[in-house]
């Protein structure tokens, strides 16, 4: 099965602050399924490393000072869509909490390490398109060890 990867999790040093998180569980699946790396942020023109960004609850994206960057992770949303498609994904894995990956739960824009329900730019629109997407530490991510087939 190919699978549309966050690129930190794979140790590709992508994130805000210039660092990866490398997730073995994720990394071990490569021996198994093919793996497809993207980061929305950098698909989307934002520079590595950048300043940190959340989600305001009005749906727009801005960075710590204030600098509006919704168009920058839209456009890293799409590009990302685009691969997945390409590659014929109907799962991701995207890294927790972030603006663009993040599954279920996103911090809140105030910038105070606030978690809320949501999720982010990236993960909202391949789930609109009809692609699965789970967290890193999700426990499902251990089912992928023994599914053999793209019925997952």
């Known amino acids: 099965m190919n699978i549309l990867v966050s690129s930190c999790l794979l140790g590709i040093p992508c994130r805000y602050d210039g660092q990866s998180k490398p997730c073995e569980a994720v990394r071990r699946l490569a021996g198994r399924h093919r793996l497809i790396p993207v980061c929305p942020e950098v698909l989307g023109g934002l520079p590595t490393p950048r300043e940190p960004s959340e989600i305001r609850p009005d749906g727009r994206v801005y960075s710590r000072t204030g600098q509006d960057v919704s168009e920058a992770y839209l456009a890293g949303a799409r590009e990302a869509l685009r691969i997945a498609r390409l590659h014929g994904c109907s799962l991701a ?19 105070t390490r ?3 329900a949501g ?9 609109r398109n009809g692609i699965r997407v789970i967290g890193e530490s999700s426990k499902e ?3 992928l060890f023994t599914c053999v087939s793209d019925s997952f």
């Open 93 to 111: 894995i995207l890294k927790e909490k972030s603006p663009s990956c993040g599954c279920g739960r996103i911090y809140d824009g105030s910038f």
């Open 114 to 116: 606030t978690l809320t």
């Open 119 to 127: 999720d982010g730019i990236c993960t909202a629109l391949l789930r």
């Open 141 to 143: 991510l251990e089912d």
